[in-house]
């Protein structure tokens, strides 16, 4: 479903039920192999565009439920899907205000809930939220257009998890991987027109 919030911002929302086939590696022959279904069923909204000429987002939400289904193994069947948040949401924001004079403020706002780090669902990696704000600054100088760009990553130095992988799945048993998060990263940059 879509919906013109303003004219120029678009609202959409939708459901989902999808399912695939769960391969990892059985302990009982150590073959990788397919051993049940992921079944993912959820919802999203998602908006984007101009809420008025000086602000502009982009941003959703979606809430997905990711279960292992028709396991052999009584211990995973039922439980969450390795890695896989059941909320995840972001929103950025541009305010470019015609008093700033070619000045520009961003932010993003990201959040995920806690995901299993384990198919049989006994260990977690816990929710985060992490906040990235920057400016930007636009001109014409010479004749040139010029863009300088100053960003803040992970504002807060939050620390988490930004990936989490069940071994059993990608074929490596006992081989479990979490990925930390960037930290705290300040980014610049300028961009020439010639």
Known sequence: VKYALTPGFLLSVAGFRMTRPL????????????????????????????LSPALSLLGGLTYIDARLIGSRDPATNGKRVVGVPEFKGDLTADYHPAFAGGLAFTGTLHYESDRAATNINNSFAPAYATVDLGLRYTANLAGHHEIVRLNVVNVGDKHYYSSIADGNIVGSPGANTAYLGAPRTVLASVEFAI
Not at 24 to 50: K, P, Y
């Open 23 to 50: 391969a990892q590696t059985d302990a009982a022959t150590n073959l990788f192999q397919v051993v049940g279904t992921q079944r993912n069923w959820g919802g999203e909204i998602f908006g984007q565009g101009a």
